[in-house]
């Protein structure tokens, strides 16, 4: 089993900032990416910021310039710097990995629990 563990939520005001961390643990092999999704009341889940094993990192658009993606893959961890936030980012934002659990199976994707960020106007 692989478990995703995200912390760093909280109640914000608009143009604060938060930092998301998430731990990942359990039966891996291999960590090919790690994402944040983030899904609002009444909307559909979407992909807010992910990074690959040799850096390479996508935003998307609305968060672009205001929330930044880190990864420390020896260490299974994955951070996501959130700046100037805005009340229209409030949503429960999840931690994604897509892994191998043994060399012999293939990548999966595997999911965290959420974390609630509110951001007040």
């Known amino acids: 089993q692989v478990q995703l563990v995200e912390s760093g939520g909280g109640l914000v005001q608009a143009g604060g900032s938060l930092r998301l961390s998430c731990a990942a643990s359990?039966?891996?092999?291999?960590?090919?990416?790690m994402a944040w999704y983030r899904q609002a009341p009444g909307k559909q889940r979407e992909l807010v910021a992910q990074?690959?094993?040799?850096?390479?990192?996508d935003y998307t658009d609305s968060v672009k310039g205001r929330f930044t993606i880190s990864a420390d893959y020896a260490k299974k961890m994955l951070y996501l710097q959130m700046n100037s936030l805005k009340p229209e980012d409030t949503a429960v934002y999840y931690c994604s990995t897509f892994t191998k659990q043994t060399y012999y199976r293939p990548y999966d994707d595997y999911w965290g629990q959420g974390t609630q960020v509110t951001v007040s106007s």
């Open positions: 359990g039966s891996i092999f291999a960590i090919k990416r």
């Open positions: 990074i690959s094993q040799d850096g390479s990192t």
